[in-house]
Structure formats: structure tokens, C-alpha cells
């Protein structure tokens, strides 16, 4: 076969992937890995790492450098035959996984490894790999009978397909909803430049006019901006209602697939001898159980309910004297708040855009990333990629040695998926002779450039970018050999946003500020009275921010502790109790908000939303120490990328925390940072 998919030695050539190349080249490759695995497991007895482990992971690298490319692809230029190719790839993948997660004789084989780890000299790193892969073989039900292995491989394969299909319908659903505007005066309140970005999404699809869509930045404009109150109504019923029974559209529905969903998860946690999927989740998480999850969430609860409840009652209360609405709705609350904030603190988000035109927020972020961690960061405007947005990147050390390489896509488009995430072509691994540098793929979705500007980011897109590099940077700097603990692998999912929400911290700062934040015509920093209005308003709605995100937790854990679950109205019922409990905005009944959860039905975080908010305690109390030693005090710098960034998932994720702060984390810096302390 001559495939660009089949030994990519380099970086992929994304313009000769075609739709066609993609299942043969997977096929090709899985069955390589078979017969691999075959040959060592039949020519050796005394097994060892260099005779077992270093070869699968070698096979196991060219079969990921394979599909990651593919995967990474369907999210960011979505088309029918790339996503007919991806879905028809989903169930062979699960079963290869399945069938080499339940391999008794090389279960068997690892275990011999494992035992002999001293007469073999392995170092710590390998040994937590190892111990990784035992819990892995367990949990692909290794030890199940026949039958049961026979339905494990059933459930994963169809889960694989339902939680594509969950995700699809999601990404068609927002596609599927325009508004084409021919009077300007309906967009009355919309800043100039989502004006002249709904021009532009007009003239891209060859209309007179101006376009609304579901993409975030045209969706959040409306909400946070728009005079009209019934347009704000219409684009959040459309948002809110996305791939449901509400939906405009009966065969995006996502409700089956929920239901199955569920379901199957919670089979597959029973046949592996867990009481709920909750518990299957956190068998591999720093959380101890569902009931120590749902404890920290409620006693965040406890502490923040009181402050949001305030913060709406005052919302209710401006909303009725200053704006004229006296019945406050779901609709609202984005424009009546922006309102407020800006008769509080004289500041609006459009005030700072101007301060954060694209290229001097890269240039800032990089020149701190360099500070922090003594490294230098270079475009290569050569390499081609998937879309002509996106820019290539390169991370050397100080002594010009290459670490790392990446992708960075930052702007919304039709048929990319929205949100914002961070996914790895490759990992560091060493082979035999060479060692492979990794390589990420960072992914955004802020308004591009539009009326002749560069694109010019609100304060809150500038977080999401530096979130992503905080990802991004745990993925590229680690100094780990071995593939499965290389980067972010093996490393806690409770534990894995602590790079990405340190990052955010940054964004506050004056220092760090000074770097990048410009005026994109006069250069000037952003003066001293708009900075002390943006600290002002830090915290403002801080409180209803963090009981949402609790009740999103919160949510995601019980409706996976609960086995009895068989209907969407029996989802919805988990929601309507959680918003009983911990929310202060309650939504009129037409909003699916579960149908477009794809972060737990289509993405990693199911039983493990809680992670943002756990992992957001290690980052703020993290955070913490260069606030007590100086923001760029080299020593601080220096022991968090050695402690934390550098090791990956080569020891638990508690060790790295408290080798970096010597104690255990405390909840404290999350409250104070979160202006809740009291």
C-alpha cells in the first residue's frame, strides 16, 4: 500500500489524507500489531523489557501516529466521507483494544516482568508503568470468563459508536441553525466587531447580510449584547435545545443515545465487579469514591451557595430598576449581568479586546513559558497543516536542542467541533536508537480576524488559550522515556488539569500582563485604571460561576452512581434535583442542557467533571507558591516544570504535588483566588 498514513516518519501530510486511505491503513497496521505480539509472546519465555514491553510500544506508537492525525482531523474539518471513514474505524479499534486488554498469556507475561523488576533493574518509572498496565488488563476484564469477555468487547465496541454518534449529532445540530439578518438595527447592542464577524459568516456562505450561528463567539455576543430581547430568546432556545427532543430536527435527538450510553457503562462497571460506573471511573483517579467526590462538591456548595445567592438576588434586582424586566429568564442573565458589571465597574469585555490582538498574546504567553521554564519557542511558517489558520510551532532548550513541536488552530469555522481541547500527535518515547520529541495539536474557538482587524480576543479567550498551553506544556516538557506514563498518560484525570488551570493564573497579573496585553493601533499597555477595574470585577458572579460548575459535577457523578437509570426523563430528573440543590439560575423546562454534555457523553469525563474543581484546588494552592516566592523566582519555576510538568504519569500525581509544595494541597488558595474566602 502507498498510504501517507501507513509510517509517517515525520509530521503528517495532511493534504494527502484522503477519506479512502483511512480504514485500509488502520487494517494494515492492526494487523501488524497482532502478528507482533504473537511472535514475541511465542519466542521468548523470560520475558523482559526490551524483548516485550519496548517493541508493543513501538507498534503501538506507529499504529497511534496512524489515527491520531484522523481522530484529531474529524474534529477540526469535519466532512461526510472523513466522518463515514472515523466511524467505520471506531469498532475495530475497540476491539483490538478489548482483545489485547483480555490477552491472558501477555497478562501473564507482564506479570513475569513485574515480579522480576529488581533482577531486571527496572527504574521507577517502569515499574509504575507496569503496575499501570496490570490495572489496565483488570480493568479490560482479563479475568473474566469466557462469556463475560465476549460481552466486555460487545459493550466497549458499541459504546465507541454510540459516543461518536452522540458527539456528530451535537456538531450537525449547530451547524444546521442560521439567522440571516437583512436590517442591522435587529443586532442594536452588538459590539462592532461581533457585528463585522456575523458580516463575514454572511458573506462565507454567500449571503446579503448579516449571519448568526451556533458557533460560541456568534452564539455569546447575542447573549451578552443584544438589545432584542426575542433574539436572545430564539438563539438560546436553538442553543440550549441542540441534538434533543426540543431540537428542530428529530434524527439528531441525542436522547437514545444518552440512554444507551448509560446503560452500557453501567453493565460494563458490574461485569468488572464495580457497584456503579462511578466507581469503575475512579478506580484510576486520585478521588477515593463517588461518596468522597460528591463530599468535597457539597462542602464547595456549602461555602459558594450562600455568595451566589446573593449575587442573583442583586441580578433580579438591577434587572427589574435598571433594564425594565421584571421576570428575569435564562436569556437574560448574560445581558442583564454585562449590564451590571459595567454600571459596577465602569468595564466591559469589549474594553479589553482591544488589548489582545492575537499575535501579541502568542508573543506574550511564549516570552513567559521561556521565562518560566528556560526555553525558546519559534514559528516555522513552512509546514502545512489542515487548515490555512493554523500556525506550527517549535520548543527548543537553552542549548537549541529540539523538544517538542505544535499545532495551533485558534479560530471557529463551520464543521469544527467547538470548545476548546488539547490532543497529541505523538508522545516523547524512546526506541531503541532515537528519541521521538513530541508533538500536540491545541485547539480553540475565538472569533477570527474580521473587518480588516487582526483577531482581537475578549480577557475570557485569553484564559482558554493559556489553559490549553497549560495542557499542551504537560504534554511536551516531560523528560519520561516509556510511552503509557510519557506526558499527560498515566497521570491521574483528577489530576491532569492542574497544568492547564495554573496557566490561567497568569492571565491576572501585571507582570505578566506587560508581556502581551497591547493596544493593537497605539502599542500601549493596558492603563492603570482599566487593570484596576479588571481586578475589581475578578470576582464578579464568582460565586454563581463556581455553583455551576458544581452542579455540572455533581450531576455527571450521580447519574453514574445510579444503575437504575433507563430513560432521558429519569437524566433529567438527576438534573432537576441537582439544580434543587446547588442552583441559583433555574432554566425553563425546554432546555436539554445534557444533550450537548459532550465533556461526559462523547468526551473523557464521565464520573470525572469533578476533576476541573479537584484539580482546581492543586492549581491554585500550586499557584499559590509563586505568589509567596515571587512570581518568576527561577527556583520556583524551575521545581515546577522538574516536579510536576517533567515527570508526566511516572509516579501518582499526590507525590509530583507535594514533592513541588512539600504538603499536602489545601483548599484555601482555591477560595481566595476565587474570591470566597471570607
Known amino acids: 500500500?502507498?498510504?501517507?498514513?501507513?509510517?509517517?516518519?515525520?509530521?503528517?501530510?495532511?493534504?494527502?489524507?484522503?477519506?479512502?486511505?483511512?480504514?485500509?491503513?488502520?487494517?494494515?497496521?492492526?494487523?501488524?500489531?497482532?502478528?507482533?505480539?504473537?511472535?514475541?509472546?511465542?519466542?521468548?519465555?523470560?520475558?523482559?523489557?526490551?524483548?516485550?514491553?519496548?517493541?508493543?510500544?513501538?507498534?503501538?506508537?506507529?499504529?497511534?501516529?496512524?489515527?491520531?492525525?484522523?481522530?484529531?482531523?474529524?474534529?477540526?474539518?469535519?466532512?461526510?466521507?472523513?466522518?463515514?471513514?472515523?466511524?467505520?474505524?471506531?469498532?475495530?479499534?475497540?476491539?483490538?483494544?478489548?482483545?489485547?486488554?483480555?490477552?491472558?498469556?501477555?497478562?501473564?507475561?507482564?506479570?513475569?516482568?513485574?515480579?522480576?523488576?529488581?533482577?531486571?533493574?527496572?527504574?521507577?518509572?517502569?515499574?509504575?508503568?507496569?503496575?499501570?498496565?496490570?490495572?489496565?488488563?483488570?480493568?479490560?476484564?482479563?479475568?473474566?470468563?469466557?462469556?463475560?469477555?465476549?460481552?466486555?468487547?460487545?459493550?466497549?465496541?458499541?459504546?465507541?459508536?454510540?459516543?461518536?454518534?452522540?458527539?456528530?449529532?451535537?456538531?450537525?445540530?449547530?451547524?444546521?441553525?442560521?439567522?440571516?439578518?437583512?436590517?442591522?438595527?435587529?443586532?442594536?447592542?452588538?459590539?462592532?466587531?461581533?457585528?463585522?464577524?456575523?458580516?463575514?459568516?454572511?458573506?462565507?456562505?454567500?449571503?446579503?447580510?448579516?449571519?448568526?450561528?451556533?458557533?460560541?463567539?456568534?452564539?455569546?455576543?447575542?447573549?451578552?449584547?443584544?438589545?432584542?430581547?426575542?433574539?436572545?430568546?430564539?438563539?438560546?432556545?436553538?442553543?440550549?435545545?441542540?441534538?434533543?427532543?426540543?431540537?428542530?430536527?428529530?434524527?439528531?435527538?441525542?436522547?437514545?443515545?444518552?440512554?444507551?450510553?448509560?446503560?452500557?457503562?453501567?453493565?460494563?462497571?458490574?461485569?468488572?465487579?464495580?457497584?456503579?460506573?462511578?466507581?469503575?471511573?475512579?478506580?484510576?483517579?486520585?478521588?477515593?469514591?463517588?461518596?468522597?467526590?460528591?463530599?468535597?462538591?457539597?462542602?464547595?456548595?456549602?461555602?459558594?451557595?450562600?455568595?451566589?445567592?446573593?449575587?442573583?438576588?442583586?441580578?433580579?434586582?438591577?434587572?427589574?430598576?435598571?433594564?425594565?424586566?421584571?421576570?428575569?429568564?435564562?436569556?437574560?442573565?448574560?445581558?442583564?449581568?454585562?449590564?451590571?458589571?459595567?454600571?459596577?465597574?465602569?468595564?466591559?469585555?469589549?474594553?479589553?479586546?482591544?488589548?489582545?490582538?492575537?499575535?501579541?498574546?502568542?508573543?506574550?504567553?511564549?516570552?513567559?513559558?521561556?521565562?518560566?521554564?528556560?526555553?525558546?519557542?519559534?514559528?516555522?511558517?513552512?509546514?502545512?497543516?489542515?487548515?490555512?489558520?493554523?500556525?506550527?510551532?517549535?520548543?527548543?532548550?537553552a542549548q537549541g536542542n529540539l523538544k517538542a513541536r505544535f499545532y495551533l488552530d485558534l479560530y471557529a469555522r463551520q464543521n469544527k467541533r467547538g470548545g476548546a481541547w488539547m490532543a497529541d500527535f505523538c508522545s516523547r518515547f524512546k526506541m531503541v536508537d532515537e528519541l521521538q520529541t513530541p508533538v500536540a495539536f491545541m485547539t480553540c474557538n475565538s472569533a477570527p480576524p474580521a473587518g480588516g482587524k487582526p483577531a482581537l480576543f475578549t480577557h475570557d479567550e485569553v484564559i482558554t488559550l493559556f489553559h490549553e498551553f497549560g495542557h499542551g506544556l504537560h504534554h511536551m516538557m516531560t523528560q519520561v522515556d516509556y510511552l503509557d506514563i510519557s506526558g499527560i498518560s498515566g497521570v491521574e484525570w483528577d489530576a491532569v488539569e492542574l497544568p492547564s488551570q495554573f496557566m490561567e493564573n497568569w492571565c491576572w497579573q501585571r507582570e505578566a500582563l506587560d508581556m502581551f496585553a497591547a493596544h493593537y493601533e497605539t502599542g500601549e499597555k493596558i492603563p492603570d485604571e482599566l487593570f484596576d477595574k479588571m481586578q475589581a470585577a475578578r470576582h464578579f458572579q464568582s460565586a454563581m460561576g463556581m455553583v455551576r460548575q458544581l452542579e455540572f459535577s455533581m450531576f455527571d457523578m450521580r447519574l453514574h452512581m445510579d444503575t437504575s437509570i433507563k430513560t432521558s426523563q429519569q437524566v433529567q430528573d438527576v438534573l432537576n434535583k441537582t439544580r434543587d440543590e446547588v442552583a441559583v439560575i433555574h432554566p425553563p423546562t425546554f432546555n436539554r442542557f445534557q444533550h450537548g454534555f459532550s465533556h461526559i457523553f462523547a468526551g473523557g469525563y464521565a464520573a470525572g467533571y469533578y476533576s476541573y474543581k479537584w484539580a482546581e484546588v492543586l492549581s491554585a494552592d500550586a499557584f499559590a507558591r509563586f505568589e509567596e516566592e515571587g512570581l518568576f523566582n527561577e527556583n520556583v519555576g524551575k521545581a515546577f516544570l522538574t516536579e510536576i510538568l517533567e515527570v508526566g504519569g511516572s509516579r501518582p500525581a499526590i507525590d509530583s504535588f507535594k514533592a513541588f509544595r512539600g504538603r499536602e494541597p489545601k483548599v484555601d488558595a482555591l477560595l481566595k483566588h476565587s474570591g470566597l474566602a471570607a
Open 1 to 397: 500500500m502507498n498510504s501517507p498514513l501507513l509510517d509517517i516518519k515525520d509530521l503528517p501530510e495532511f493534504s494527502k489524507i484522503q477519506a479512502e486511505q483511512i480504514e485500509p491503513a488502520l487494517d494494515e497496521l492492526i494487523k501488524e500489531a497482532r502478528e507482533l505480539t504473537q511472535t514475541l509472546l511465542d519466542e521468548n519465555t523470560e520475558y523482559t523489557w526490551a524483548n516485550l514491553i519496548e517493541p508493543l510500544e513501538t507498534v503501538d506508537n506507529k499504529l497511534s501516529r496512524m489515527w491520531s492525525p484522523i481522530s484529531h482531523m474529524n474534529g477540526v474539518v469535519n466532512s461526510p466521507e472523513l466522518r463515514d471513514a472515523y466511524n467505520a474505524c471506531l469498532p475495530k479499534l475497540s476491539e483490538y483494544s478489548t482483545e489485547m486488554g483480555q490477552n491472558k498469556s501477555l497478562f501473564k507475561a507482564i506479570e513475569q516482568i513485574q515480579t522480576n523488576a529488581d533482577a531486571l533493574g527496572l527504574d521507577d518509572a517502569q515499574r509504575k508503568s507496569l503496575e499501570d498496565s496490570i490495572k489496565g488488563f483488570r480493568l479490560s476484564g482479563v479475568d473474566l470468563e469466557s462469556d463475560k469477555k465476549k460481552r466486555y468487547g460487545e459493550i466497549s465496541k458499541e459504546l465507541s459508536t454510540l459516543t461518536s454518534k452522540y458527539s456528530d449529532n451535537v456538531l450537525d445540530a449547530s451547524n444546521a441553525w442560521t439567522k440571516l439578518l437583512t436590517d442591522k438595527s435587529a443586532l442594536k447592542g452588538l459590539p462592532d466587531t461581533a457585528i463585522e464577524q456575523a458580516a463575514e459568516a454572511a458573506k462565507q456562505r454567500d449571503a446579503e447580510g448579516w449571519m448568526l450561528t451556533l458557533e460560541f463567539p456568534s452564539y455569546y455576543a447575542v447573549m451578552t449584547y443584544a438589545d432584542d430581547r426575542e433574539l436572545r430568546a430564539e438563539m438560546y432556545r436553538a442553543y440550549s435545545t441542540r441534538a434533543s427532543d426540543q431540537g428542530d430536527n428529530e434524527a439528531l435527538d441525542n436522547s437514545q443515545n444518552m440512554e444507551k450510553i448509560l446503560q452500557l457503562r453501567q453493565e460494563k462497571a458490574q461485569l468488572l465487579g464495580f457497584d456503579s460506573y462511578a466507581n469503575l471511573s475512579l478506580d484510576t483517579k486520585m478521588a477515593e469514591s463517588p461518596e468522597q467526590v460528591l463530599q468535597f462538591l457539597s462542602e464547595l456548595a456549602e461555602k459558594s451557595l450562600p455568595f451566589a445567592k446573593k449575587e442573583y438576588e442583586e441580578l433580579k434586582q438591577f434587572a427589574k430598576e435598571e433594564v425594565g424586566i421584571s421576570d428575569l429568564q435564562a436569556w437574560d442573565v448574560g445581558y442583564v449581568s454585562e449590564k451590571l458589571k459595567q454600571q459596577r465597574y465602569s468595564i466591559s469585555d469589549e474594553d479589553l479586546k482591544p488589548y489582545f490582538p492575537v499575535d501579541n498574546v502568542l508573543d506574550g504567553l511564549f516570552e513567559l513559558v521561556e521565562k518560566l521554564y528556560n526555553v525558546k519557542i519559534t514559528q516555522n511558517k513552512e509546514q502545512e497543516s489542515w487548515h490555512s489558520d493554523v500556525r506550527f510551532f517549535h520548543i527548543n532548550d
